[in-house]
């Protein structure tokens, strides 16, 4: 790991919230958009298949938005989440302030609040919010607080070969300005976590789409 102390910002995001798009940083509409889509099924896939969570799991959640993914985890999780929508961040702390803690980024440094014993780091649709040196703040965030052992996941759309045409149409339209190939996705996870497996999935939301998955894990 080459991780140093980052501050919680998301000061290199890249977003496009003109038109349409605005109406998703309502975290009311941005929930409904997401069950309409399928994400109750992505949710329960991440947390069982892909993130594993264990009982005793420490979790620091980078760019949580309204946190839904909490619901799917045990009641015994110890989860920090943090994003730079007070309104995400409101709502999360509306329906699961008893069970976590939430900030929004930019009010603490986030390693301190983790206090850098991480068991896991997720970062659930977030580095195609970011340009290239935000996903490497992002992901030297995700190493300094992790444990020796400890695993860093995150998923994201993606621009892949063999994929839908639809989902390519939705890819290329996400808020985020930074939708990357699995190709431009590892050239960058690899400046911070060089063993870091990258794969592409096609099937995990009722609509045709494809994520990039990137999984590390320090053991």
């Known amino acids: 790991m080459d991780g140093e102390t980052t501050e919680a910002n998301f000061e290199h995001t890249g977003e496009n919230t003109s038109g349409f798009r605005k109406m998703f940083s309502l ?5 409904f958009a997401q069950l309409a889509i399928g994400a109750t099924k992505l949710r329960k896939v991440m947390s069982e298949e892909i993130f594993q969570v264990a009982e005793d799991e420490r979790i620091l959640d980078i760019g949580c938005g309204t946190a839904d993914i909490l619901e799917n985890f045990p009641l015994s999780v110890d989860y920090i989440g943090f994003d730079p929508s007070e309104a995400y961040v409101a709502s999360a702390r509306s329906r699961l302030g008893h069970r976590a803690v939430f900030t929004t980024a930019g009010t603490a440094n986030a390693d301190e609040l983790a206090q850098r014993d991480r068991t896991l780091t997720l970062a659930i649709g977030v580095l195609h919010h970011l340009d290239d040196d935000g996903v490497i703040n992002a992901l030297n965030l995700a190493s300094s607080v992790l444990v020796e052992n400890g695993r860093f996941v995150s998923i994201d759309p993606t621009i892949a070969d063999g994929q839908h ?3 390519r ?3 290329k339209r996400d808020r985020g ?3 990357r190939t699995p190709e431009q996705t590892s050239e960058l996870v690899r400046r911070v976590f060089p ?3 990258i794969y592409v999935r096609h099937d ?3 609509v045709p789409y494809s ?3 990137v999984s590390v894990d320090l053991s």
């Open 169 to 171: 149409f939705l890819a």
């Open 177 to 179: 300005n930074h939708v």
């Open 211 to 213: 994520h990039v998955i």
């Open 165 to 167: 045409a639809i989902g």
């Open 204 to 206: 995990l939301l009722r």
């Open 195 to 197: 063993d870091a497996t």
């Open 27 to 31: 975290a009311p509409v941005y929930r």
